[in-house]
């Protein structure tokens, strides 16, 4: 019988969360903003207060006996075997370590009755968890996601399990230097993935003199000829129209996203890529140069089946992948060591 | 009981063969130039009669009953659960794919009366997994091996046992890019790691510009002032002599190398490195700028317990790591896939 799970996404601006069927993905759902000024034991008392609301609603149509727990994903390094977050951006007060699981179950037990297997992970593990079970990498047994957003992210799944590393922070290809070189400095690194093709960096990459995005009529309209205002959404929709600049921009953010994925092919191996982030809404805008590069900067011998293929979960696949994780608790690997 | 097992590490130009004790280490060795003009039949009869000469002086001292097997390291790619090797550099007329222990394992009982658990690895695997469980990767659960050489390879052990990856090709560190706007192209990529640092590479860096060798009175007389014939070895010697030119090219080489693992860290979150090959050979003058490179290339969140050792097994890890494969068959990841 298919059980069912409540999954969460816990971020420095929104609480996701929702009740997951194993075979029909979201049943319920809610987000609420986190309490982050309330700190850790508070924004705990908040997550206890959502996960009990959640369910009592599908307690009146789920059968409980199939209630496989809570997952959580959190931003920081996650400790998963021991439950403990240490250091989340964007939530302030939370120290170097916090023991997010037992309190959260401790809480769910003594203030509302719930007693429950709770699984905490990385919100970027998670991620890449929900779109092997529920999306883009659901075919693929070896993959990388890789988030492209503010931030440039990721997650590994090896032989459809996840693949932590030894201290949890496996992943961070935002991290992998391919310019070291190059002008660009990003959290005090040299030539990151991050700090070249990061969002901010792509409208920056646009109207740098290689670019000249400030010579685009169509670009001028679109952000009302205050160039300090372009997004990405912008440079996406004038390039869809054939604008020059945009059309450029993007090809770039595509040859070093390959160069990256190619990095990733030499040393693990991996071959299967899935893209998601609000950034890869560019599409094939982005992948097609991607895979142009991720062929012309592999060996001949790894060419056999590299492929690039959109994230289909959306922001939702942190959620979906926390709940999956209840599900294949004795599955994904390292949880009990 | 311990038992034994013979190990070989099969080269474009040697073959180097021992009987490896479990507990012990190398017991008897013996190298041959490889018959490569014989093509791919022909090796495996040299193998076959190496390994039975070898066995049959082992068989004077040692418990029959606790062979465990022969391992073979053999270049190129190798698919470890199905026993075949694919186009091997430097062993023409191999072709696409061969069965190399199957046909190993058949010519031993056929020729010889050896009837032996046979396994073929990787030769950059199998010396990961040499000093892994003989070596200077001994202590570490979970670590990448880097030998620096003619070219630049690597293999990674993850929980103690190979990590091979999903088409069995990983850890080639030599062709990650780093440089993906420089000078240097490699193989048809920019800016690899091999490309940078490979042998003759290192020697051209010393002649550049900015290394000046040339201006160096001490480089002049060790390479009898022909620069051509200028070797790693002067570099080492000049360097520890305190000649400027040679110390800023190892600075140089270890700068690289760090970025290089500071890669590895990020993506994959291995944090302890052994290096070997050749071109180790120079030490601390490599190690202690790659350790600060590495330090100044990773997140802060990621430098606890980063590492950088020299391997111990010299150019008998493979030896050793393809014997080893059959003393923990059953432990080494994905044989039995």
């Known amino acids: 019988m298919p059980s069912w799970a409540i999954g969460i996404d816990l971020g420095g601006t929104n609480i996701k969360i929702a009740v997951v069927g194993e075979s029909e993905g979201i049943l319920f759902e809610d987000t609420q903003p986190t309490d982050t000024a309330a700190g850790p034991d508070g924004v705990v008392r908040q997550l206890a207060f959502l996960v009990d609301a959640l369910y009592q609603r599908a307690a009146e149509t789920l059968d409980t006996g199939l209630f496989a727990g809570i997952g959580l994903g959190a931003p920081g390094a996650v400790d998963a075997a021991k439950g403990a977050l240490s250091y989340p951006p964007n939530l302030p007060g939370w120290g170097q370590r916090y023991d997010l699981r037992d309190q959260l179950r401790l809480r769910l037990e003594q203030a509302h009755g719930i007693k429950a297997f709770v699984i905490i992970e990385n919100d970027a593990n998670a991620a890449a968890y929900g ?9 693929f047994r070896d993959f990388m996601l890789v988030t492209l957003g503010t931030g440039v992210g990721g997650g590994i799944i090896l032989d459809r399990k996840l693949y932590r590393g030894p201290f949890g922070t496996a992943g961070e290809i935002g991290f992998m230097i391919v310019d070291f070189e190059g002008t660009s400095v990003h959290a005090g690194i040299r030539g990151t993935i991050e700090g070249l093709i990061g969002k901010e960096r792509i409208v920056e990459m646009a109207c740098s003199p290689e670019m000249q995005a400030e010579r685009s009529p169509r670009l001028a309209e679109l952000c009302n000829r205050d160039f300090s205002r372009l997004s990405p959404r912008h440079l996406e929709q004038a390039a869809k129209e054939g604008d020059e600049a945009a059309l450029r921009t993007w090809e770039r953010v595509g040859f070093i ?15 299967k890529f899935v893209i998601g982030g609000g950034i890869a809404a560019a599409g094939e805008l982005i992948f097609e140069p991607a895979m142009m590069q991720l062929h012309r900067s592999t060996l001949p011998s790894m060419h056999d089946g590299l492929e690039i293929v959109p994230a289909r979960l959306g922001n939702k696949a942190g959620i979906y992948g926390a ?4 599900f294949n608790a004795e599955k994904s690997s390292g949880l009990d060591d």
């Open 257 to 271: 996203l390959g160069v990256g994925l190619a990095n990733v092919t030499a040393l693990m191996d991996i071959r």
């Open 131 to 139: 779109e092997a079970i529920f999306g883009g990498g659901n075919a």
């Open 323 to 326: 709940a999956a994780l209840c």
